[in-house]
């Protein structure tokens, strides 16, 4: 590879004669003492003189100095290191500077290079090299170790770890992109719905995928809770939970609806109902809550211990979202009600209504549901559960005794009564379901003698 020289630091070592053309010098040794150096340039003769890379010079140092070259790229010819004598116009090209390394004493002198940029590789010497996305690589860093009467010479390599920006190929790198400033909001969003627009307000359904509803295994831990029947209606509460006398002063902020929201799987029903149906509903409860700290929790995992006939056992059960109040006496979050999510189309009308109609146990997916919702029941200390599919809403009171719902050896728990509501109605499930929440709460409130 053929280099012109040219070392330029704003001084010539001899200026030529009137009329005579310069001459590039060779590079002359750099003595070895730490105090020494050399400079040579090559005069300037206008606007029309091409830029001359320039060859590293060699650093001197002592026999155990360590020298390190780092090769970056500066951008624009702004750097107060770049070499002076390339140019003074705003045509001026931009430099990729070589920066020398320091001299290991703090008196020592700093060698300044620079390497004009180019189109053509430098080989090791090139400093940035431009990728696809206008991101720049950055060479590594050259640590020269130097002999020691004990050792040789080493050299070895460091890779500098630089942040890098992603442009397209089309935009200057020197142009910035940024946002335009906040604009002002209010301190709150505007409230100006009341409990009762929050819950009668029609939610925006989601689109469903007729091909989900697939049912997977469930645990078999479930076997040892039985199965739901007779199924009996059950009726509103009287009063409705407070529904018809909610306050009419309290304002509450709506919750948009997502227009994008499509439901296929167990996830996109959480997803997309919370905001729709559930979150709502969950606002005016927390201002309608008997004067207690009320907490409404994702995934809760709770743990029972149960007896089998191999000994006793511990049950696990993870629900979709629970609800419990704060105990002060007790310094504990004690749940009152459940809701499980399924897949759009666990929940079958037939299957429900064919138990509803004949007193039988609920068949087909609804099965492994029920015993799903008393485990679930049984490990909580609650009645009040309920699922919900994206497309139905089931609300359920479990009956019997607890000890019923459960059975030390699988598949042998006896079926136990259940009343139930099968809300269908988009219209109808923020009510419906505030209702049961808050029958839920006033139960356990008054199971623990809270009320």
């Given at each position: 590879?053929?280099?012109n020289?040219?070392?330029n630091?704003?001084?010539?070592?001899?200026?030529?004669?009137?009329?005579?053309?310069?001459?590039?010098?060779?590079?002359?040794?750099?003595?070895?003492?730490?105090t020494?150096?050399y400079?040579q340039?090559?005069?300037?003769?206008?606007?029309?003189?091409?830029?001359?890379?320039?060859?590293?010079?060699?650093?001197?140092?002592s026999?155990?100095?360590?020298?390190?070259?780092?090769?970056?790229?500066t951008g624009?010819?702004?750097?107060p290191?770049?070499?002076?004598?390339?140019?003074?116009?705003?045509?001026?090209?931009?430099?990729?500077?070589?920066?020398?390394?320091?001299?290991?004493?703090?008196?020592?002198?700093?060698y300044?290079?620079?390497l004009p940029?180019?189109?053509?590789?430098?080989?090791?010497?090139?400093s940035?090299?431009?990728?696809?996305?206008?991101s720049?690589?950055?060479?590594?860093?050259?640590n020269?170790?130097?002999a020691?009467?004990?050792?040789?010479?080493?050299?070895?390599?460091?890779?500098p770890?630089?942040?890098?920006?992603?442009?397209p190929?089309?935009q200057?790198?020197?142009?910035?992109?940024?946002?335009?400033?906040?604009?002002?909001?209010p301190?709150?969003?505007?409230a100006?719905?009341?409990?009762?627009?929050?819950?009668?307000h029609?939610?925006?359904?989601?689109i469903?995928?007729e091909?989900?509803?697939?049912?997977?295994?469930?645990?078999?831990?479930?076997?040892?809770y039985?199965?739901?029947?007779?199924?009996?209606?059950w009726?509103?509460?009287e009063?409705?939970?407070?529904?018809n006398?909610?306050?009419?002063?309290?304002?509450?902020?709506p919750?948009?609806?997502?227009?994008?929201?499509?439901?296929?799987t167990?996830?996109?029903?959480?997803?997309?109902?919370?905001?729709a149906?559930?979150?709502?509903?969950?606002?005016?409860?927390s201002?309608?809550?008997?004067?207690?700290?009320?907490k409404?929790?994702?995934?809760?995992?709770?743990?029972?211990?149960?007896p089998?006939?191999?000994?006793?056992?511990?049950?696990?059960?993870?629900?979709?979202?629970?609800?419990?109040?704060?105990?002060?006496?007790?310094?504990?979050?004690?749940?009152?009600?459940?809701?499980?999510f399924?897949?759009?189309?666990?929940?079958?009308?037939?299957?429900?209504?064919?138990?509803?109609?004949?007193?039988t146990?609920?068949?087909?997916?609804?099965?492994?549901?029920?015993?799903?919702?008393k485990?679930y029941?049984?490990?909580?200390?609650?009645?009040f559960?309920?699922?919900?599919d994206?497309?139905?809403?089931?609300?359920?009171?479990?009956?019997?005794?607890?000890?019923?719902?459960?059975?030390?050896?699988?598949?042998?728990?006896?079926?136990?009564p259940?009343?139930?509501?099968?809300?269908?109605?988009p219209?109808?499930m923020?009510?419906?379901a505030y209702?049961?929440?808050?029958?839920?709460?006033?139960?356990?409130?008054?199971?623990?003698?809270r009320?």
């Open positions: 590879m053929n280099y020289y040219g070392y630091t704003g001084a010539s070592q001899g200026d030529s004669n009137p009329g005579e053309q310069p001459h590039p010098p060779l590079p002359l040794p750099i003595p070895s003492s730490s020494g150096g400079q340039s090559l005069p300037s003769t206008g606007q029309d003189q091409l830029p001359v890379p320039e060859l590293p010079l060699p650093i001197p140092r026999s155990t100095g360590l020298y390190q070259q780092s090769l970056l790229s624009f010819s702004t750097d290191y770049q070499s002076p004598g390339f140019g003074t116009g705003q045509d001026q090209l931009p430099v990729a500077q070589l920066p020398l390394p320091i001299p290991s004493t703090s008196t020592g002198p700093e300044q290079q620079s940029s180019s189109s053509f590789g430098l080989g090791q010497y090139q940035t090299t431009s990728t696809g996305f206008g720049q690589y950055y060479g590594p860093a050259i020269i170790q130097g020691t009467p004990a050792t040789s010479p080493q050299m070895t390599y460091t890779t770890v630089f942040t890098t920006r992603t442009l190929t089309n200057p790198t020197s142009t910035t992109i940024s946002f335009p400033p906040l604009m002002q909001c301190a709150t969003l505007p100006d719905y009341t409990a009762r627009m929050m819950l009668d029609p939610p925006l359904m989601p469903f995928d091909s989900s509803g697939t049912v997977y295994n469930s645990s078999a831990a479930n076997d040892h039985g199965a739901i029947a007779p199924l009996r209606e009726p509103l509460p009063g409705l939970g407070g529904y006398v909610l306050s009419d002063f309290d304002r509450y902020t919750f948009p609806n997502n227009p994008l929201a499509a439901t296929v167990e996830a996109d029903v959480i997803s997309t109902t919370m905001n149906i559930f979150n709502p509903v969950e606002t005016v409860l201002r309608n809550n008997y004067n207690c700290q009320i409404a929790a994702c995934e809760d995992s709770h743990t029972v211990s149960v089998t006939h191999l000994g006793s056992v511990s049950h696990l059960s993870r629900i979709d979202r629970s609800y419990s109040y704060w105990d002060g006496q007790s310094q504990m979050w004690i749940p009152f009600a459940i809701i499980e399924k897949r759009p189309g666990a929940l079958v009308y037939e299957e429900w209504r064919a138990a509803f109609a004949n007193g146990e609920v068949g087909g997916k609804g099965t492994k549901l029920c015993r799903q919702l485990k029941g049984y490990g909580l200390v609650t009645p559960v309920g699922a919900f994206g497309r139905v809403l089931l609300l359920l009171f479990l009956d019997g005794t607890r000890e019923q719902w459960y059975h030390a050896d699988t598949s042998e728990a006896r079926s136990t259940a009343y139930f509501r099968w809300i269908y109605n219209v109808e923020k009510r419906n209702v049961f929440l808050r029958d839920a709460l006033r139960w356990k409130l008054r199971q623990e003698g009320l």
